[in-house]
């Protein structure tokens, strides 16, 4: 997004804007209110008093996907919910970033049955897994900072999307989910 | 009406009566006032919301305010995972639907994979604000079961993390339900002491939120020796804060504003919808398990069944305060009386014995690798057990086929039944109300769709 993306490579001049835009992606990154079971009431004791997100400027919650650029998908994600995550990925703008917070975000933890998708990596591409059940908010406000330091390598320009949209070998997009 | 008109003070006054020795009882709704209520009430599907909407559009003016409007499944006010259906007249809500199975997990069928000490462990991610409950309640079914003693020990110990578990519920509760109406700072505070909360399941168990703390047969392993100070300290404290939430919201304007006389729902209509906990007490039913069917020996504990008169959302937010206030009266009364002792049945063919006896007694040793190879197998039959949870009355019912798999595991969800009320109390209501209801009721999508 933003005219550095649309600038291209334009050498050493892009390696100093990368840096200035990273830190400025990582210090500004604002996560959708979404919540979906056990893991969000940690995801809300992260925010609250004891450990306060907010030091990382992380607290900026925003109940909207299209404001949002960092969706934490805290908790087990059901078939019926499967599409509905994947619309709120697709309704978030450009850079996003998603952590998979907790074991049933990411691998669906104890429930491997018929209800429940297994790791919320098949239907939307995720940058950091949390692992715990629920996660203490340490483990997420660490999970936090990887995908920060993450950010900060990230290089300008269409790679930037590659985190967002998946290309097979001929250039076509690759569609995430399968309709069943 | 004269009731309507008493002012906030002596309806607390009144809330904080109740109970007590020599005043009068509030009476259950007679059956045939349930009956009569029962037959007005309309729970209508998302499905025909979305066709009655479409009838009225059909032959509508261009002026008609009418549409449907989608709540969630992604909304900070729906507490998870719950999609509304809401037909709008302007404002004003016509007919609401709630969509549930967002979070359908199959808890109750995967528990039926496992053994009886695996599928604790699903017990504790239905209702996941109070898992020591859950934890409780599968383990009274079992021990039904089983037909095994519990030692005092344990006993007194469930009540005291029942209780605990009961006040961190409602906290979450309170956080969030100000969140809702906006007051920012009340979530602040409470999840100031959960953490104090959540520092002591952690303490007994090793876990913040999801405990497997309570087994069947007992406690998984006896309270460590900072257990009684630690409790103790919370004790002494929560109190004080209690007074600073009600400081915050009881003659807050705004507060008041917002709840007083929204979302009223009458005791028949309360019985008639099967709702249970402070959403039934606050509508003035005296009902509650530890009670009226005590278990785990509630029956000696000195509390009051707090109940309200009028059930709107202010009345429902006081008689959880008050019960808040019970619940350290009745978790004080546990931990004075916490007797010494074994923390487990001494039923070796439920519980394994202790290591140390593995290294000399054979029959110790075949006792351990049977449990832990194969588990305890019930006789066939089936139990029943419930219990007073955060969010009202949390059963249990458990059916053994004599394997060492349950053959079939079903919870009564109290959220889940909470949760019907809301279309019939939300009905012609403006939409701004909808979300001061649906808070005061608590429903925990978790344990709504299972």
Redesign the interface.
């Known amino acids: 997004m933003g005219l550095e993306e649309k600038a291209g490579n334009l050498g050493f001049v892009t390696t100093t804007l990368e840096a200035a835009v990273n830190w400025g992606r990582t210090n500004a990154m604002w996560p959708l209110t979404f919540g979906l079971a056990c893991c969000a009431i940690e995801m809300m004791a992260a925010q609250a008093s004891d450990f306060d997100l907010s030091r990382f400027g992380m607290e900026v919650n925003r109940p909207s996907p299209r404001q949002a650029d960092l969706m934490i998908v805290a908790g087990r994600v059901s078939r019926k919910m499967a599409p509905v995550v994947r619309q709120l990925y697709d309704q978030m703008s450009d850079p996003k970033w998603v952590i998979a917070m907790g074991d049933c975000a990411s691998t669906a933890g104890v429930f491997n049955n018929y209800a429940v998708v297994q790791g919320v990596d098949e239907i939307v591409p995720v940058d950091v897994y949390v692992a715990g059940c629920p996660p203490r908010p340490e483990s997420l406000i660490h999970g936090i900072m990887m995908l920060h330091e993450k950010v900060r390598r990230e290089k300008l320009g269409p790679r930037t999307k590659a985190n967002a949209l998946r290309f097979d070998d001929d250039g076509r997009q690759v569609e995430l989910i399968r309709s069943r | 009406m004269a009731v309507a008109e008493r002012s906030v003070g002596e309806r607390r006054a009144a809330i904080y009566q109740s109970g007590r020795d020599g005043q009068p009882d509030r009476a259950f709704p007679t059956p045939q006032q349930v009956a009569q209520a029962a037959r007005e009430i309309v729970v209508p599907s998302p499905r025909q919301v979305i066709a009655a909407n479409a009838r009225r559009m059909k032959d509508a003016s261009q002026f008609d305010q009418s549409m449907v409007l989608n709540m969630g499944?992604?909304?900070?006010s729906t507490h998870?995972?719950l999609r509304l259906v809401v037909e709008l007249e302007g404002e004003e809500v016509v007919q609401l639907a709630p969509d549930i199975?967002?979070?359908?997990?199959?808890?109750e069928?995967?528990m039926e994979a496992k053994t009886y000490q695996k599928a604790l462990?699903?017990t504790e991610?239905t209702d996941?604000?109070g898992p020591m409950i859950n934890n409780l309640v599968y383990a009274l079914a079992v021990e039904k079961l089983l037909d095994c003693e519990i030692p005092p020990r344990a006993q007194v110990g469930r009540v005291l993390l029942s209780e605990l578990t009961r006040m961190n519920s409602y906290l979450?509760w309170l956080?969030?339900h100000a969140l809702d109406l906006a007051a920012m700072s009340v979530?602040?505070?409470c999840?100031?002491e959960?953490?104090l909360l959540?520092d002591i399941f952690e303490l007994v168990s090793g876990a913040?939120?999801?405990t497997s703390y309570i087994r069947p047969g007992g406690l998984a392993w006896d309270f460590p020796k900072e257990f009684k100070a630690t409790v103790q300290h919370f004790l002494n404290i929560f109190p004080s804060r209690i007074d600073e939430y009600e400081a915050l919201l009881t003659d807050n304007p705004i507060w008041k504003e917002r709840t007083v006389g929204v979302g009223k729902l009458t005791a028949a209509d309360a019985v008639a919808l099967g709702a249970s906990g402070a959403n039934l007490r606050a509508a003035g039913v005296p009902y509650d398990v530890r009670k009226l069917f005590p278990y785990s020996g509630y029956e000696n504990y000195d509390f009051r069944l707090i109940t309200g008169t009028e059930g709107d959302t202010y009345e429902r937010y006081l008689v959880r305060i008050a019960e808040l206030r019970e619940a350290v009266k009745i978790a004080q009364q546990a931990l004075d009386n916490l007797p010494d002792g074994p923390y487990a049945t001494s039923d070796r063919k439920i519980w394994p014995p202790p290591k140390e006896e593995i290294t000399y007694s054979m029959e110790s040793l075949i006792h351990h690798f049977k449990l832990w190879t194969e588990g305890f197998k019930p006789p066939k039959g089936d139990a029943y057990a419930a219990v007073e949870s955060g969010r009202g009355e949390l059963g249990c019912y458990v059916v053994s086929d004599g394997s060492s798999k349950p053959y079939r595991v079903h919870f009564r969800g109290p959220s889940f039944i909470n949760l019907q009320a809301l279309p019939h109390m939300a009905k012609g209501k403006v939409i701004g109300d909808l979300i001061a209801m649906l808070a005061s009721l608590d429903p925990v999508?978790?344990e709504v769709?299972r």
């Open positions: 499944p992604q909304h900070p998870g995972v199975g967002f979070l359908h997990t199959g808890i069928k995967n462990v699903m991610r996941y604000l979450v956080g969030t979530f602040l505070y999840f100031r959960r953490e959540l913040r939120m999801h999508l978790g769709d």
